[in-house]
Structure formats: C-alpha cells, structure tokens
C-alpha cells in the first residue's frame, strides 16, 4: 500500500500534463472497448436494450459494495464515509477542495490506472445509477464527447470520451467508464481511468476492489445525492469538513499525477 497523498480539486477542462497525455485518444480515433472492441456510434446517444437475464456473479468478485452492516472483517483504511482494503502497491490519494478544505473523493491507484470513489445519499425507497446516468449521458454528449451503455460486472455501465485539449494545442477524447452501484439509503460512484480501459486483467483489479469497498452511510438525515462526508485517514470524522453539495455527474475531481 502506497503512502497516501492530497489532490486539490482542479477544473477538469484544463491543461493536459505529460503523464495524463497517456489516456487521451487523438482526435478522430476510435478507442475499442476492453473486452469487446465496440465503440460508440451514435453520439452518445444511449441504446435500449432488453433486460438481460441475472448471471451469477463472475468468480473474481466479492459480495460488495457492502453497506457497513454487513461487511465482513478485513483491514481497511478508514475514510468516514468509505472504508477502502489495503493491497499491495496501491496508492490512495485524496481528493481536498481548495476553497472548502473539505475532502471531496479518494482515487486509489495502482499501475497507472486510477479508480476515483465517491459515495452519496439516496432515498429509501429508489436508487440514483439510472437517473445519474441519464444526466451524465446528456453533458457529456453537451459537451461533444460520446457517451455508451454496455452491460457490465455490475450492471449497467457508461463508457464516456470527453474531449479536452492537448498540450501541443490539438484535441483528444479521454475515455472513462462509470460505474454506478446502488444500496440501502447510498449511491456509490466509481470512475476508472487509465491503462486499466485496454487491459482486461487490471480492469478485473479494479472491479474486485470495488467489491471489496465499504460505504457508511450513518443515521443522519441527508438529502439525496448528498455527499457522504469523508476524512483523512487517521483524521477525526468531521473535522475539517464543510458540507459539500449535490452530486455533479461530471466531477471527477484532480487528473492524477506522478508523486515523487
């Protein structure tokens, strides 16, 4: 487990740096998916499909994301409102707001890729991944960036291009894929970047840590889409913290970058 480091909320339409030129695609390249090599084709515009039948859960998985009442025991980070595993070589790095000091996500980091984390209120009686998703589709594709659903380790995925600019002033797309999970009065919010896109074997990494992941939620009222508040390892839940608002389908937060 690598040593954890801050990240200061940046715009994320901003400059391009060197190590994050590695993710983007030229402009008028078409990125294959994963596992299957498909794209999207139609400016993002999300595709109806049947309802797939319930598999089984693939073996590389755990029974989570758990609610904290029924995690089982293992040594994890505590973050407040997520408690992450450790594994080896995995570095956690935290998300701050500038302005509000408050801490906003964790990106957990491993070989080049980044899984950034985020956990939010719901209501009882629905989840948010289907309504989130919808608004999410819809800036991205605002935007002029591409936006497709494909079924996924746990259900419903977005696969998303943004355009951004280069730093040799040219446009690229960076890829991500969204993942949304809903459980008992929380929405979590995972957003894999990096070398993990076109590596199967690494992008299973990431979906067993995200099955691994613990969201507390507690007791308090909140309104949906509300961020869980979350902490510095080691530091006192709530200190610090200045109420954060309302989910925004777009915000992932710092592009990652190498710590010395």
Same mark, same amino acid.
């Given at each position: 487990?690598?040593?954890?480091?801050?990240?200061?909320?940046?715009?994320?339409?901003?400059?391009?740096?060197? /190590?994050? %030129?590695?993710?983007?695609? +030229? &402009?008028?390249?078409? $990125?294959?998916?994963? #596992?299957? *090599?498909?794209?999207?084709?139609?400016?993002?515009? /999300?595709? %109806?499909?049947?309802?797939? +039948? &319930?598999?089984?859960? $693939?073996?590389?998985? #755990?029974? *989570?994301?758990?609610?904290?009442?029924?995690?089982? /025991?293992?040594?994890?980070?505590?973050?407040?409102?997520?408690?992450? $595993?450790?594994?080896?070589?995995?570095?956690?790095?935290?998300?701050?707001?500038?302005?509000?000091?408050?801490?906003?996500?964790?990106?957990?980091?491993?070989?080049?890729?980044?899984?950034?984390?985020?956990?939010?209120?719901?209501?009882?009686?629905?989840?948010?991944?289907?309504?989130?998703?919808?608004?999410?589709?819809?800036?991205?594709?605002?935007?002029?960036?591409?936006?497709?659903?494909?079924?996924?380790?746990?259900?419903?995925?977005?696969?998303?291009?943004?355009?951004?600019?280069?730093?040799?002033?040219?446009?690229?797309?960076?890829?991500?894929?969204?993942?949304?999970?809903?459980?008992?009065?929380?929405?979590?919010?995972?957003?894999?970047?990096?070398?993990?896109?076109?590596?199967?074997?690494?992008?299973?990494?990431?979906?067993?840590?995200?099955?691994?992941?613990?969201?507390?939620?507690?007791?308090?009222?909140?309104?949906?889409?509300?961020?869980?508040?979350?902490?510095?390892?080691?530091?006192?839940?709530?200190?610090?913290?200045?109420?954060?608002?309302?989910?925004?389908?777009?915000?992932?937060?710092?592009?990652?970058?190498?710590?010395?």
């Amino acid at each position: 487990m690598g040593l954890f480091s801050r990240t200061k909320r940046q715009d994320r339409d901003g400059p391009t740096s060197p /190590e994050e %030129a590695d993710d983007l695609v +030229p &402009e008028g390249a078409e $990125p294959a998916d994963e #596992e299957s *090599g498909t794209t999207s084709a139609d400016e993002g515009e /999300e595709v %109806a499909e049947a309802p797939a +039948p &319930e598999q089984e859960r $693939p073996e590389h998985l #755990e029974d *989570g994301p758990y609610d904290e009442a029924d995690a089982p /025991e293992e040594d994890r980070i505590d973050l407040g409102g997520l408690r992450v $595993p450790t594994i080896d070589s995995m570095e956690l790095r935290m998300e701050v707001d500038q302005r509000s000091s408050a801490v906003t996500g964790a990106n957990l980091v491993i070989g080049g890729s980044s899984l950034q984390v985020q956990a939010f209120a719901a209501p009882k009686s629905r989840g948010l991944w289907d309504e989130v998703r919808t608004s999410l589709r819809d800036s991205v594709v605002k935007q002029g960036g591409t936006a497709e659903t494909r079924d996924g380790v746990f259900g419903t995925e977005l696969i998303t291009r943004l355009p951004v600019k280069r730093t040799d002033g040219r446009t690229g797309y960076r890829p991500a894929r969204f993942l949304g999970i809903d459980g008992p009065r929380w929405f979590l919010r995972a957003i894999l970047t990096g070398k993990a896109l076109g590596d199967p074997e690494q992008s299973r990494t990431f979906e067993t840590l995200v099955s691994r992941l613990v969201v507390v939620r507690g007791g308090e009222a909140m309104a949906p889409q509300e961020l869980i508040p979350l902490n510095l390892p080691g530091q006192r839940p709530g200190l610090g913290q200045i109420g954060a608002g309302p989910l925004d389908p777009l915000a992932r937060g710092p592009e990652i970058t190498e710590v010395g």
